[in-house]
C-alpha cells in the first residue's frame, strides 16, 4: 500500500486548493484538533505575505486522505497515512501553491466578487431544479464542518492559481505534436529470439556456495521464538444430548454461518456448536488450573516453541506478555491451552548449517541468472532471430514463449530502451532483439489520439513551467514553516 502511495504521489498536482474545496458531497474525513498548540500559533506557515492557517491544513489533509482513500478501496489507514508522510506531502502542496499565489499577486492578478458568486451559481451541487439554492449551499457545508467565508475564500485562491496557469500557458507547437507522436508512436521493426536455461544444468560448488552466504549471510535470520511452558485441558470426550447442544445453538446462532453470511441450520452447525459447548463447560476447570499454575501450586506437563510468524497461535498476546508471565487459558478445538512465557529467542544470523537450504535455492537462482546473461550476450553479436515485422509501444504483438502480458512487457522495454539490440530475462529464458529497422511519424496514430497528445503535451509543459517556476519562487519569497507534519 505505502510503495503505491508513494508512487502515486507525483500525481496529486500542486492545486490543493481546488482538491481541499471539491470534494463537497463526497465524504470528508474529520479528523478533530491535531498536534498543534492552537492558542500559540493560528497558522501553520507563513509563504510571503500569506498566512497557512491551522484549518486550511486540517482541510487540506482531510481530503487529501479521502483522495487517496478512495484510490485504494478504502483500505487507507492513519498509520499508513503517517508511514508515508501524507501531513508533510499536504505541507508541501499548500507551500508550493501558496507561493504562486503570491506569484499571482504581484503580476497584479485578482478574483472579483461576481467571479466567485457565478462560481457557486454554476455549481450543481449547490442546484435544486437547476437554480442555485442558499439553503442548500448552507446545508451542504454546515454537513461538512466548513464555513462559508472559508469555502469562498479557497473558492477564491483556486480561481486565482487558475488565472494564473492561464497566464503561464503556452501553446502546442507543431513540431512539438510531431516530436510527442514520434516518440510515442514510433514504430520498430523486430528480430527476437528466445534462449533457456534448465536450472538442474548449472553445477554447484561447495566452496562457491559457501562464499555466496559469506557475502550474504546478514539476509539469513533465524526467526523470533517463544519457549513455553504448557499446561493442556481437553475436552470432554462423553456425548452430549442433542438437546441441550440444540438449546445452546439456539441462543449463539448467530456465530455460525456459511461464507456466504446465512446462518447454519444446527444440524450443518453441530460438529462446531459441540466443540464450543465443551469449550464453555470446560472453561471454569481451566481457570482454576490456570490459578494454581500462576501461583505456582503446580508444574508445567508439556514445553511449546512457537515462532513470531506463527499463523494459527494468537502471537500476539506473546508479544504483549512478560518474560515469566502466565497467560490466560486460550481456547482451541481440542481444548484450553494454559501457557507460561519461560524465554523469548530473538532472530540472529544463521549459521552455514542452518542456512544452507535457503542459501543453496538463492545460489541456484543466481548462478542461473548469471549464466543465462552470459549466454544472451554471447549470442547478441551473432544474432538472427525471427522477424516479427513493425510494431508500435501498444502493439498486442505475441512473442514465442511469453504470455501476452510479458509480450507487451518486452515490447515496453525495447522501446524504452536506446540499444538497437539486448535481451530481458524472464524466469529461465532471456528474450533477444535487434531493431533493424524504425519509422518515426505515425498519421494514423495521431488522428486517433490527436486530443490526448495535445493534452499531454499542454500538461507536460505546465508541469515543468510551475516546477521550475516554484524553484525560483523559493529565492524570492520567505517561507517560515511552523509545524513540519508527521511520517518520514
Same mark, same amino acid.
Do not use: C
Given at each position: 500500500?505505502?510503495?503505491?502511495?508513494?508512487?502515486?504521489?507525483?500525481?496529486?498536482?500542486?492545486?490543493?486548493?481546488?482538491?481541499?474545496?471539491?470534494?463537497?458531497?463526497? !465524504?470528508?474525513?474529520?479528523?478533530?484538533?491535531?498536534?498543534?498548540?492552537?492558542?500559540?500559533?493560528?497558522?501553520?506557515?507563513?509563504?510571503?505575505?500569506?498566512?497557512?492557517?491551522?484549518?486550511?491544513?486540517?482541510?487540506?489533509?482531510?481530503?487529501?486522505?479521502?483522495?487517496?482513500?478512495?484510490?485504494?478501496?478504502?483500505?487507507?489507514?492513519?498509520?499508513?497515512?503517517?508511514?508515508? !508522510?501524507?501531513?508533510?506531502?499536504?505541507?508541501?502542496?499548500?507551500?508550493?501553491?501558496?507561493?504562486?499565489?503570491?506569484?499571482?499577486?504581484?503580476?497584479?492578478? @485578482?478574483?472579483?466578487?461576481?467571479?466567485?458568486?457565478?462560481?457557486?451559481?454554476?455549481?450543481?451541487?449547490?442546484?435544486?431544479?437547476?437554480?442555485?439554492?442558499?439553503?442548500?449551499?448552507?446545508?451542504?457545508?454546515?454537513?461538512?464542518?466548513?464555513?462559508?467565508?472559508?469555502?469562498?475564500?479557497?473558492?477564491?485562491?483556486?480561481?486565482?492559481?487558475?488565472?494564473?496557469?492561464?497566464?503561464?500557458?503556452?501553446?502546442?507547437?507543431?513540431?512539438?505534436?510531431?516530436?510527442?507522436?514520434?516518440?510515442?508512436?514510433?514504430?520498430?521493426?523486430?528480430?527476437?529470439?528466445?534462449?533457456?536455461?534448465?536450472?538442474?544444468?548449472?553445477?554447484?560448488?561447495?566452496?562457491?556456495?559457501?562464499?555466496?552466504?559469506? @557475502?550474504?549471510?546478514?539476509?539469513?535470520?533465524?526467526?523470533?521464538?517463544?519457549?513455553?511452558?504448557?499446561?493442556?485441558?481437553?475436552?470432554? @470426550?462423553?456425548?452430549?444430548?442433542?438437546?441441550?447442544?440444540?438449546?445452546?445453538?439456539?441462543?449463539?446462532?448467530?456465530?455460525?454461518?456459511?461464507?456466504?453470511?446465512?446462518?447454519?441450520?444446527?444440524?450443518?452447525?453441530?460438529?462446531?456448536?459441540?466443540?464450543?459447548?465443551?469449550?464453555?463447560?470446560?472453561?471454569?476447570?481451566?481457570?482454576?488450573?490456570?490459578?494454581?499454575?500462576?501461583? !505456582?501450586?503446580?508444574?508445567?506437563?508439556?514445553?511449546?516453541?512457537?515462532?513470531?510468524?506463527?499463523?494459527?497461535?494468537?502471537?500476539?498476546?506473546?508479544?504483549?506478555?512478560?518474560?515469566?508471565?502466565?497467560?490466560?487459558?486460550?481456547?482451541?478445538?481440542?481444548?484450553?491451552?494454559?501457557?507460561?512465557?519461560?524465554?523469548?529467542?530473538?532472530?540472529?544470523?544463521?549459521?552455514?548449517?542452518?542456512?544452507?537450504?535457503?542459501?543453496?535455492?538463492?545460489?541456484?537462482?543466481?548462478?542461473?541468472?548469471?549464466?543465462?546473461?552470459?549466454?544472451?550476450?554471447?549470442?547478441?553479436?551473432?544474432?538472427?532471430?525471427?522477424?516479427?515485422?513493425?510494431?508500435?509501444?501498444?502493439?498486442?504483438?505475441?512473442?514465442?514463449?511469453?504470455?501476452?502480458?510479458?509480450?507487451?512487457?518486452?515490447?515496453?522495454?525495447?522501446?524504452?530502451?536506446?540499444?538497437?539490440?539486448?535481451?530481458?530475462?524472464?524466469?529461465?529464458?532471456?528474450?533477444?532483439?535487434?531493431?533493424?529497422?524504425?519509422?518515426?511519424?505515425?498519421?494514423?496514430?495521431?488522428?486517433?489520439?490527436?486530443?490526448?497528445?495535445?493534452?499531454?503535451?499542454?500538461?507536460?509543459?505546465?508541469?515543468?513551467?510551475?516546477?521550475?517556476?516554484?524553484?525560483?519562487?523559493?529565492?524570492?519569497?520567505?517561507?517560515?514553516?511552523?509545524?513540519?507534519?508527521?511520517?518520514?
Amino acid at each position: 500500500m505505502i510503495t503505491w502511495m508513494q508512487h502515486h504521489n507525483k500525481y496529486l498536482v500542486i492545486t490543493i486548493w481546488v482538491a481541499t474545496f471539491a470534494f463537497i458531497g463526497a !465524504g470528508f474525513v474529520g479528523w478533530g484538533a491535531y498536534d498543534l498548540n492552537t492558542d500559540r500559533a493560528t497558522s501553520v506557515a507563513k509563504v510571503g505575505d500569506r498566512s497557512v492557517s491551522v484549518s486550511e491544513f486540517q482541510q487540506a489533509y482531510a481530503n487529501t486522505y479521502s483522495y487517496y482513500n478512495r484510490q485504494l478501496g478504502g483500505r487507507l489507514t492513519k498509520e499508513a497515512a503517517n508511514k508515508m !508522510g501524507l501531513e508533510k506531502i499536504v505541507m508541501q502542496n499548500i507551500i508550493n501553491e501558496t507561493l504562486l499565489l503570491d506569484f499571482a499577486d504581484s503580476l497584479g492578478l @485578482s478574483v472579483l466578487d461576481s467571479d466567485i458568486k457565478d462560481q457557486l451559481k454554476n455549481n450543481k451541487d449547490f442546484q435544486v431544479n437547476g437554480v442555485f439554492n442558499i439553503n442548500r449551499y448552507y446545508s451542504l457545508l454546515k454537513n461538512q464542518s466548513i464555513a462559508p467565508k472559508e469555502y469562498e475564500l479557497g473558492l477564491k485562491k483556486e480561481l486565482l492559481l487558475n488565472k494564473l496557469q492561464s497566464v503561464l500557458k503556452l501553446p502546442v507547437s507543431k513540431r512539438e505534436i510531431e516530436v510527442f507522436t514520434s516518440s510515442l508512436f514510433m514504430q520498430d521493426k523486430l528480430m527476437v529470439g528466445r534462449i533457456t536455461i534448465d536450472p538442474s544444468s548449472i553445477s554447484i560448488n561447495a566452496k562457491d556456495i559457501k562464499k555466496f552466504w559469506e @557475502s550474504t549471510k546478514d539476509n539469513y535470520k533465524t526467526k523470533k521464538q517463544y519457549l513455553l511452558d504448557t499446561i493442556k485441558i481437553g475436552l470432554n @470426550s462423553g456425548w452430549v444430548k442433542d438437546d441441550k447442544l440444540k438449546k445452546f445453538w439456539e441462543k449463539n446462532k448467530y456465530n455460525y454461518k456459511d461464507k456466504d453470511g446465512k446462518i447454519l441450520s444446527f444440524e450443518d452447525a453441530k460438529s462446531n456448536v459441540t466443540i464450543d459447548f465443551k469449550l464453555k463447560n470446560s472453561k471454569k476447570t481451566a481457570l482454576k488450573t490456570y490459578l494454581k499454575f500462576k501461583k !505456582g501450586e503446580i508444574k508445567a506437563t508439556g514445553k511449546l516453541t512457537i515462532n513470531d510468524d506463527d499463523s494459527i497461535f494468537p502471537v500476539k498476546k506473546l508479544r504483549l506478555a512478560n518474560k515469566g508471565q502466565v497467560l490466560k487459558p486460550i481456547a482451541r478445538k481440542d481444548g484450553y491451552l494454559i501457557v507460561k512465557v519461560t524465554s523469548v529467542l530473538l532472530p540472529r544470523t544463521m549459521t552455514f548449517d542452518e542456512a544452507e537450504p535457503f542459501v543453496l535455492s538463492k545460489f541456484n537462482k543466481h548462478e542461473t541468472l548469471n549464466t543465462l546473461k552470459k549466454k544472451a550476450e554471447a549470442r547478441l553479436s551473432l544474432f538472427n532471430g525471427t522477424n516479427i515485422g513493425f510494431v508500435t509501444r501498444d502493439s498486442l504483438k505475441k512473442i514465442n514463449g511469453l504470455s501476452d502480458a510479458q509480450s507487451s512487457q518486452m515490447i515496453n522495454y525495447i522501446f524504452d530502451n536506446k540499444e538497437l539490440k539486448g535481451y530481458k530475462i524472464f524466469g529461465n529464458s532471456a528474450i533477444l532483439y535487434k531493431v533493424m529497422e524504425q519509422k518515426l511519424l505515425n498519421p494514423d496514430k495521431f488522428k486517433t489520439y490527436k486530443d490526448l497528445i495535445i493534452k499531454s503535451i499542454t500538461t507536460n509543459k505546465a508541469g515543468e513551467i510551475n516546477q521550475n517556476l516554484l524553484i525560483k519562487l523559493r529565492n524570492i519569497y520567505k517561507v517560515e514553516q511552523y509545524y513540519k507534519g508527521k511520517g518520514k
